[in-house]
């Protein structure tokens, strides 16, 4: 097996302070990964990852930028190399939900998902690119979803940025697979978030109920495969691992 050291790599995670995001961030940093944490918003839970992650010894640093912007991903990874010198994994994992039936669903939510969710993947891998090429072991990380895969109800916007970012990635994994950059997506299913503890009981009921395994996903599941994939993902290329409990196969 060719395990890739990761300790002195460099990774950015975009919305990488709460949720999936906080997990795979806090995941890598454990690996003596220097930590990248974007945040758009959440400045205070930025804060305290990063304070937390150098309470324990490991190199965390914050930064700001709205990623469906162009300009702004681009200054996220100038000021990555700038401070850290390089750039090895880039995780893009930034996405909200503006959930509507279509019928209801108006231009400006339909926009600002596909900005934040698939564009960002656009700026970002964009901008990180030269810099991931330079690293003896680059990867870009997209954490997809099973909405993006099998569908749902009043996501049309959220499906179709989830699945184009699955398209985005089998595409620039062909164009990049003679290099040392690997490209591949995480297709989460139904993972316990803060979201999903607002959810009400009966309904938490009804969606277990779906999914084989019997039980929602925790967001350090979803870490453990981003941490696969950057140690041991040197022939994984273009490809979607789904993490769902058997509910999407």
Not at 85 to 112: C, M, P, Q, S, Y
């Amino acid at each position: 097996m060719n395990m890739a050291h990761l300790d002195g790599k460099v990774a950015i995670i975009t919305g990488g302070a709460k949720g999936i995001g906080k997990a795979i961030t806090e995941s890598l940093a454990k690996e003596g990964v220097k930590v990248v944490i974007n945040y758009n918003s959440s400045a205070a839970a930025a804060d305290e990852v990063v304070k937390s992650l150098t309470e324990q010894g490991y190199d965390a640093l914050a930064v700001q930028a709205d990623v469906s912007i162009v300009e702004e991903a681009k200054r996220l990874v100038e000021e990555t190399v700038a401070k850290y010198g390089r750039l090895d994994i880039l995780v893009n994992n930034a996405g909200i939900t503006r959930d509507r039936t279509f019928k209801k669903l108006g231009k400006e939510d339909w926009d600002r998902v596909i900005d934040v969710n698939l564009n960002s993947v656009y700026n970002m891998t964009s901008a990180s690119l030269s810099h991931l090429l330079e690293s003896d072991n680059g990867r870009v990380i997209s954490i997809s979803s099973i909405i993006g895969q099998a569908g749902g109800f009043g996501q049309t916007n959220y499906s179709a940025a989830k699945a184009g970012m699955v398209g985005f990635t089998k595409s620039l994994a062909l164009e990049l697979a003679r290099t040392n950059v690997t490209v591949n997506a995480i297709c989460p299913g139904f993972i316990y978030t803060d979201m999903v503890a607002e959810i009400p009981d009966n309904v938490k009921e009804q969606i277990v109920s779906k999914i084989p395994k019997k039980r929602f996903g925790t967001v350090d599941e979803i870490a453990k495969g981003v941490l696969y994939l950057c140690r041991d993902g040197e022939y994984i290329t273009g490809q979607q691992l789904n993490i769902n409990g058997g509910l999407y196969m």
